[in-house]
């Protein structure tokens, strides 16, 4: 369905000169030309509409979010194992420090085969992003050898592959596995991208500063053709002040996806901590996938 004309709005501008028209309590986004307006798709005419539209960013002060983590190697004698790269407990930040990135490939650098920079989703010790209009910030690699973030954080949100090194090929990825950890010792880990992955496959995501976020739609599943199997895996909810809970547990078999959906969804403050966290496994070697889709809402939006 189209923006509706004939339907009443208004226009709104903003500060810095954007554009916005604002039609059943929802803000549209203007592209350039005016007219384009037409082809917007509409929201609030049913939820899929409204997810499709944040998805597009065409709703002002919400954004979509997608976490999809792994662990490669779950035992029974290990749980509990929090769903990220390296497994076992993820190791929540304490407090905000200077940060690091390095890979475990030489190739990963400006001159290498492999990726130059990364980019990554930090927030400050208030939880804040690095930015209102940007919350990336970019890294540089220097293979092997550890490189200084700007900065002091206490939470990485996502992690992705930027740019390519002068000698990649057309079509490239990182060849090691890329570490974000902090810059003293014992350089605790706390972020991986695994070799040829190009992202962070970790389910650990916070609410920044000034957002709430709806977690409404997630999904579970044993890899690697391992039917023969199963494990519990729980949601994992930390407030601000450290203490945490495990709310939502379920059975995951092998061989087939579970996918868990909710509107409205399950909706979280600023500060919040939420990801997966594997409390039971009938097998060694398990290898399993947890994630989940969201929407970001500002504090300031009804």
């Known amino acids: 369905m189209a923006f509706d004309l004939a339907q009443p709005f208004a226009t709104v501008v903003a500060a810095n000169g954007q554009v916005f028209r604002l039609q059943n309590d929802i803000l549209y986004k203007n592209f350039p ?18 997810a499709r539209a ?20 779950i035992d029974t004698l290990t749980v ?4 990220w790269p390296s497994g076992g407990v993820y190791p929540w930040i304490p407090s905000a420090r200077a940060l690091r990135v390095r890979s475990s490939s030489p190739e990963d650098s400006p001159t290498g085969t492999g990726v130059a920079s990364i980019s990554f989703q930090p927030l400050d010790a208030s939880y804040a992003e690095a930015s209102p209009t940007n919350p990336s910030v970019t890294a540089a690699l220097n293979g092997t050898t550890p490189v200084a973030v700007a900065g002091t954080w206490l939470r990485i949100n996502d992690g992705v592959i930027a740019s390519k090194g002068s000698n990649a090929p057309a079509f490239a990825t990182n060849v090691g596995d890329i570490f ?3 810059a003293d010792a014992p350089n605790t880990v706390r972020t991986i991208i695994p070799a040829g992955t190009g992202f962070a496959r970790q389910s650990q995501f916070t609410v920044p500063l000034g957002w709430r976020l709806s977690v409404e739609s997630q999904v579970f599943c044993i890899n690697r053709s391992q039917p023969n ?15 945490y809970r495990l709310p939502l547990e379920l059975s995951v078999v092998g061989g087939q996806v579970y996918r868990h959906d909710g509107l409205p969804g399950v909706v979280l403050p600023e500060k919040t901590d939420f990801g997966y966290r594997v409390v039971y496994c009938s097998n060694d070697n398990t290898n399993f996938t947890a994630g989940f889709l969201a929407t970001l809402k500002k504090n300031d939006r009804s």
């Open 33 to 50: 030309p005016f007219a384009q307006v037409n082809d917007l798709p509409a929201v609030g005419t049913t939820a899929a509409d409204h």
């Open 54 to 73: 944040v998805g597009f960013g065409q709703v002002e002060g919400h954004r979509r979010i997608a976490v999809l983590g792994n662990v490669t190697d």
């Open 80 to 83: 509990p194992e929090d769903v």
């Open 180 to 182: 974000i950890e902090d």
């Open 229 to 243: 199997r199963d494990l519990t895996v729980s949601t994992y909810v930390q407030t601000s002040s450290g203490l």
